[in-house]
Every structure is written in structure tokens, then in C-alpha cells.
């Protein structure tokens, strides 16, 4: 089990909830912690002075003062209001990541809710309950409301759960279940949709993918470069440190063990220098290296961070406040969508090169017999598809703002769309890389594998038992399919860390 208590959660023990391997349990002595700030909350709630969200109504209504008699009432509807999220249902690995890190957050304590209220997110991701919750309607103001809504929805009883791919209402499902449903307290309704968890959600899975594409991408760089018989000494470990950005270090050691020994790009130069998206390989995907990492420093710290509004401290005080807001979720995932735009946009530089026999020496479009077939000249139009959605995709939500809640959330983040960009970015870089492999084993093959170095040799022979040689033409989408799996699934067998 994965203990929480709002400080020390990381990437990898989220993903592993996200995914449904692990249990998450609250960490000893997080539930008396809850039950002090709780306290707290509960003496500002007799003394009857108007706190924000507590007995006051919320956005534009905050000057709205409730009757004690109705404060309950207020909380279910204050989640009630809120689910209005549109759409089709976010994955259930992207629901799961949102509950644990509402529940991460609001074990900090600062949220002031009991703990029976992060026990409840506990026991649905235990028991595998799955909010339906559509994907759009969040604009990141006061956090992702209208999808945190459909969450807290469902954990009142009320809303709907998604089962098995189907939407089922949440009462029957929970009677079936023996769940019992929560019952709201003062400030708990709030609580429960005040913060950036579901965008952080889908960014964080999908950053966590990007990692490991970004490490793929180098072995992937690697077969070109020997397909093409690039140029070694573009990979000297000098150029580093008169530059020493520490992504691109890691690609040049990647790139030099990948091609250790290599015949085809370790012997006499074919030519002085080869091109940018050869040449420049340690650079540009360093870049987004270094991109990537400033985005995980994000996302770790946004998963144990209290983003609710308002804020309980130890000596009584609430906050009003503005942790909610998306922006710096809003700027990561943005970032993380041009970082992943610009590795699809050189791997489709590099495939067009291999294509291209003015610039690879080789067969046009790697094709045998060029005319009556085509060869792979159409895996470089797809990608060229893809690549200009990412662009277009690319353009930053996190710059855009709409004013809401009758001007009270006057500039918002827009975060959720830039994570939802986000995702659909890698799904396209995922498939450009992929057809980069399938052109590189193709050129390999026709360049003569045997004088390439043993990593590559390696990745060859093990894409050549998934995807037959090329030769005449034949249909290729499934082909593609096979490189995506591989990509996916068993690439990281294949990489070497320096």
C-alpha cells in the first residue's frame, strides 16, 4: 500500500494508483491531524461569523449570508450545481489519479474536513468506483469545479458511476457495492471540488508517458542515424561542456552507447557534416528533456500542495485565498504539448530524409521495384497529418482566460484544456515515433544491418520478428499498429541507461 498524508506523494507511486496496482492508505497520524484542523472549523461554524463557502454562498454569491438551520443543504448543493461537465468520461486511470490526489491534498488538513471525507475517496479507489466524469466544462479558475463536482457527486450517492464502460446510476450501484454513500458536513462539499486535481491528473499520466518516450526516442534517433551513416563525431562528449545543458548530455551518452562500434557511423566520414534534425539531435531532444523535468518539478509539487479555498491553520485562522487556480498546471501541460510537438515535428524530418534518395542513398520511399510500388511513402504523409495537428494543438490554453462567476473569477487558466491537449499531443507523437521506427528497421535492412552497432542490431531483429520486411506493397496501417504496441510495451527492454 501507498500511504498519503499531503506531503511526499511522487510520479511514480501515483501512477501505479492511477493504474490500479496500488491500494492507497492514509499514513499514521494523518487522521488525528485531520480531526484538530477539523476542530477548528467546526468552533468558526458556532460562532456564526461569515466564512466563505462555509455559510456563505460561493462565486459571485459570497456576500450571500446562509442560515445555519440550511448548512448542510449548502454543501450538497454547492456539488450538486457545479457537475455540468460535458463530454465524453475521462479514462478510468485519469479518475483514479483525481481521487487520489484529492484525497493527497485534503490530508494535508488545511482543507478542514473530517477525516471520514478522505476515507470515502480511499475506499472507492480501494474498491475500484469509478466516478462517470465527463472530460470538458473545467476552466481551471477555483480548480477543475464541474469535474471534481461529478467525483463528489458520486460519493453522496448521487450522479453517476462508470462500470465496465457503462454509465449506471451511483445510488443502485453503491447499494450493490455495500457502500454507503457520504453524508456532508459544513465546508466538505467545497472542499471536495476546490483544486487542480483532474487536470494535474491527466497531465501527470500523461507526463509519465512522455518520459518514457523521450528515452525511446533516442534509441529510435540512434537506427536512423546509423541508417543513414551520420556523421560520429557530431556525438562528441566535448560539445557538452562548452554547452552543458544537462539534457543534452544525456542524449549524446545515449546516442554514443546506442552506436558503440558501429561500421556504418564510426569509420571514414561519408560527408563533413549532416543535417539539423541528424546534427542536432542532442540538442533538440535535450531540450525537451530538460522541459520535461521542469514539468515533472511541477506536477510533484502541484499533487502535495492544500489547493483548496478557503484555507484552516493550526491557530484557527481561515484564508480566503487563490490556491485553486490552475496556472502553473496550466504552463506545465502547455509546455509539456510544444515539448512533445517538437520531438513528432524532427522524427518527421528524419523519416522524410530516409525516404528521400538524394538525401539517403537509398531506394526512393525504401521501395523495391519504385514505380509499381510505393513503398513507405505514404507512413511520412501520416506523419506529416499528425504533425500539423500537434502544431495546431500547440497554440497555449494556458494564455487564454474567459471571465466567469458573474466577474468574481474574473482571469482563469484554462488549465484542463491544456491538459487534455496535453494527451492528445503525445497519442500523435507516440504514432510519428512509432513510423520513424518502422521507416528506420526499413532502411537498416537495406543498408546492411550486420555493420550497424548491437544495440540498434538488437532493436532490429527484435522489430523484425513483430513486422516483416517491407518489400512489395502491402497494407501498412497494421503495421503502424505493431510499431505503436512495441513502442509501448516492450521498447524499454531495449534501452540502455549510461
Known sequence: MIEINGKNLNLHDF???????????????????????????????????????????????????????????LQVNIVRSHAVGVGSPLPRSEVRGAMLLRANTLARGNSGVRPVVVEKLLEFLEKDIIPYVPEKGSVGASGDLAPLAHIALALIGEGYILDRGQKVPTAEFLKGKGVEPLNLEPKEGLSLINGTQVSTSVLALALHRALKLAEAADLIAAMTFEALEGVKEEFD??????????????????????????????????????????????????????????????????????TDNPLVFENGDIISNGNFHGQPVA?????????????????????????????????????????????????????????????????????????????????VSMSMGAALKARQILANTQKVLAI???????????????????????????????????????YLAEDIEKALEFLTNEMENYLISP
Not at 531532444?285 to 492544500?306: C, I, P, Q, W, Y
Open 237 to 306: 562528449r566535448r560539445i557538452w561542456d562548452v554547452r552543458p545543458h544537462p539534457g543534452a548530455r544525456k542524449v549524446i551518452e545515449n546516442i554514443n552507447l546506442y552506436t558503440i562500434n558501429s561500421a556504418l557511423t564510426g569509420g571514414e566520414k561519408k560527408r563533413v557534416q549532416d543535417a539539423y534534425s541528424i546534427r542536432c539531435i542532442p540538442q533538440v531532444h535535450g531540450a525537451v528533456r530538460d522541459s520535461l523535468e521542469f514539468v515533472l518539478k511541477t506536477v510533484e509539487r502541484e499533487m502535495n500542495s492544500a
Open 15 to 73: 501512477v501505479k494508483v492511477a493504474e490500479g496496482t496500488e491500494t492507497p492508505r492514509l499514513a499514521p497520524g494523518t487522521r488525528e491531524e485531520l480531526e484538530l484542523l477539523r476542530q477548528k472549523v467546526e468552533e468558526k461554524v458556532r460562532s456564526d461569523r461569515p466564512i466563505y463557502g462555509i455559510n456563505t454562498g460561493v462565486g459571485r454569491l459570497a456576500e450571500v449570508k446562509i442560515e445555519r438551520d440550511h448548512l448542510r443543504e
Open 331 to 411: 504552463i506545465a501541460a502547455d509546455l509539456l504539448g510544444i515539448s512533445l510537438t517538437i520531438l513528432s515535428s524532427i522524427s518527421e524530418r528524419r523519416t522524410f530524409r530516409m525516404l528521400t534518395p538524394e538525401l539517403s542513398g537509398l531506394p526512393a520511399f525504401l521501395a523495391e521495384k519504385s514505380g509499381l510500388n510505393a513503398g513507405l511513402m505514404m507512413l511520412q504523409v501520416t506523419q506529416a497529418a499528425l504533425v500539423s495537428e500537434n502544431r495546431v494543438l500547440s497554440h497555449p490554453a494556458s494564455i487564454d482566460s474567459l471571465p466567469t462567476s458573474g466577474n468574481q473569477e474574473d482571469f
Open 436 to 474: 520513424e521506427m518502422i521507416t528506420a528497421r526499413e532502411a537498416l535492412r537495406l543498408r546492411g544491418p550486420d555493420a550497424a552497432a548491437e544495440p540498434v542490431k538488437k532493436l532490429y531483429r527484435a522489430l523484425s520478428d513483430v513486422i516483416p520486411p517491407i518489400g512489395k506493397d502491402r
